[in-house]
T-cell receptor, first 114, second 112 residues
């Protein structure tokens, strides 16, 4: 079956703009998580959605937000972009329930902020 | 997904040798510890996990060891192959949610 699909794969924005990234999870997966990956900070958890509700949130400012739709697809939005927001944004999905840590990641959306 | 690249510790091994990648974790309350592999241009891929009440678990060519006394996790790869070249991340999770806390990563380079 198809894996996690993220769009767009690459994008360039300027400071102050906003961006919306999209994630389609594996069919049947109801939990979607977002991670930011940078050379300096590594992989950091942003938030997790399950059944259209944010279930967990990482330590990021309010400029970072997300949502999940009834078909489990998810979007994340970053407003008022800063240079430091340049990163690879990864989406991961998994079945709901007790989780052993096996997440299925997409290939990411690489955001460059100029 | 080009992974963390600037200051990653690097392990270089000869093809066919065994590799051992180490990781120190921080949260004694974590329920599971996990290893992920990230190849250039791709997202992380799950390799193996171990529950906190175990000290060893084996998979296909991989073994994970957990030492809770010193908060240390290791991944052993037997008969390392060129396809194993990637960045390896350890991670930990609390069962309260799907929030993974990742380590900094180790780059494994396999010499033919």
């Amino acid at each position: 079956k198809a894996g996690v699909t993220q769009t767009p794969r690459y994008l360039i924005k300027t400071r102050g703009q906003q961006v919306t990234l999209s994630c389609s999870p594996i069919s049947g997966h109801r939990s979607v998580s977002w991670y930011q990956q940078t050379p300096g900070q590594g992989l950091q958890f942003l938030f997790e959605y399950f059944s259209e509700t944010q279930r967990n949130k990482g330590n990021f400012p309010g400029r970072f937000s997300g949502r999940q739709f009834s078909n489990s697809r998810s979007e994340m939005n970053v407003s008022t972009l800063e240079l430091g927001d340049s990163a690879l944004y990864l989406c991961a999905s998994t079945l709901a329930g007790v989780n052993t840590g096996e997440l299925f990641f997409g290939e990411g959306s690489r955001l460059t902020v100029l | 997904g080009e992974s963390v690249g600037l200051h990653l510790p690097t392990l270089s091994v000869q093809e066919g040798d065994n590799s051992i990648i180490n990781c120190a974790y921080s949260n004694s309350a974590s329920d599971y510890f996990i290893w992920y592999k990230q190849e250039s241009g791709k997202g992380p891929q799950f390799i193996i996990d171990i529950r906190s009440n175990m000290d060893k678990r084996q998979g296909q060519r991989v073994t994970v060891l957990l030492n809770k006394t010193v908060k240390h996790l290791s991944l052993q790869i037997a008969a390392t192959q060129p396809g194993d070249s990637a960045v390896y991340f350890c991670a930990e999770i609390l069962n309260a949610g799907n929030m993974l806390t990742f380590g900094g990563g180790t780059r494994l380079m396999v010499k033919p």
